[in-house]
């Protein structure tokens, strides 16, 4: 008996595997926007978000391998558009990430939807151009080191740490007794922790400089450096989550391209955003690590 033949008008439609793609629909259908994007823009769409409420979010090493995935697809010297979500994280992870989005790209656009705060706003420094709106926050490249509390480990930045130990000794230096409040402070501090705070504060600031230097500063070391400073700046900045919008991006001297609510682009990259995010929160997924044509969640 003969089998019934689609029309050719409904066969470009039909995937070759309808249960994997009804499974994954949601992802198809993002990936399926992103090439439309491309299609637009003529620049390649790689994305990383992360959830900025959940304690396994921060920017990891583990994000090398999925990251590499995504990234193995585009060509040399492709023109990039790299959306990022991210609270954070380690700047030795970022920096390989830079380096791996680096080694293919021509021009590197980076677009921040809502926030790429701490490490992600140094993996930001690395771009030609910094995309953002009204809901758009970068933040302090000052790094945050684990430190012994009376409730326990927290992070603390690592200046505001320096600081600390200054005041300590300043007070204990004009004869004032030592305050029992600081004895849980004092009990993990050792030379090794306050080596280690010195350093990864220059780290950053290393990182910055060079990054600057190579994209939106090219050539102008004075001025990656200038800004550098002014980034790790914790008498500026004493809040480690504070909000660095467009308007304070572009006076601190980042060449930021400000796109309005209603802008064209903007929407297509918004809406690409809040799929992702409303996703995440119903699948509990951490983060995700997507292109045209791989996809990663963790």
């Known amino acids: 008996m003969d089998q019934p033949q689609v029309p050719p008008s409904l066969s470009l439609f039909l995937p070759n595997q309808p249960l994997t793609h009804a499974v994954n629909r949601d992802r198809y259908d993002r990936q399926a926007f992103i090439k439309e994007i491309e299609k637009v ?12 409420n959940h ?16 990234i193995a697809s585009i060509d040399k010297d492709s023109d990039v558009d790299f959306i990022i979500q991210s609270p954070g994280g380690d700047p030795n992870a970022a920096e ?22 701490s490490a992600a706003t140094l993996v930001s420094l690395a771009a030609d151009e910094i995309v953002m709106s009204n809901t758009s926050e970068l933040g302090p490249i000052d790094p945050q080191v684990t430190i012994p509390t009376s409730f326990g480990l927290a992070f603390r930045p690592a200046q505001a740490f320096l600081n600390g130990l200054e005041m ?36 950053s600031k290393r990182l910055a400089v060079k990054w600057l230097s190579r994209s939106m500063h090219k050539g102008n ?6 800004i550098a400073e002014e980034l790790i700046n914790i008498e500026k900045y004493p809040n480690h989550g504070q909000v660095i919008d467009h308007f304070d991006a572009k006076s601190i001297g980042l060449k930021v391209v400000y796109k309005p609510y209603g802008d064209e682009l903007w929407q297509a990259w918004w809406r690409l955003y809040v799929n992702y995010i409303v996703m995440m929160r119903e699948r509990e997924v951490v983060k995700i690590f997507e292109s045209s044509d791989a996809s990663v969640m963790l």
Not at 55 to 70: T, V
């Open 41 to 52: 823009t003529g620049r390649r769409v790689i994305v990383y978000m992360s959830s900025l």
């Open 55 to 70: 304690s396994d979010s921060a920017i990891l090493r583990e994000d090398i391998a999925p990251f590499n995935e995504i």
């Open 96 to 117: 390989i990430i830079v380096h791996t989005l680096l080694s293919r790209t021509k021009h590197l656009r980076v677009v921040v939807p809502q926030a790429a705060k």
């Open 168 to 203: 300590i000794k300043k007070e204990h230096a004009n004869g004032q007794a030592l305050n029992p409040a600081y004895y849980p402070f004092l009990k993990g501090v050792d030379a090794a922790l306050i080596d280690y705070c010195l350093k990864s504060i220059e780290h």
């Open 221 to 226: 070391l004075k001025e990656a450096q200038r």
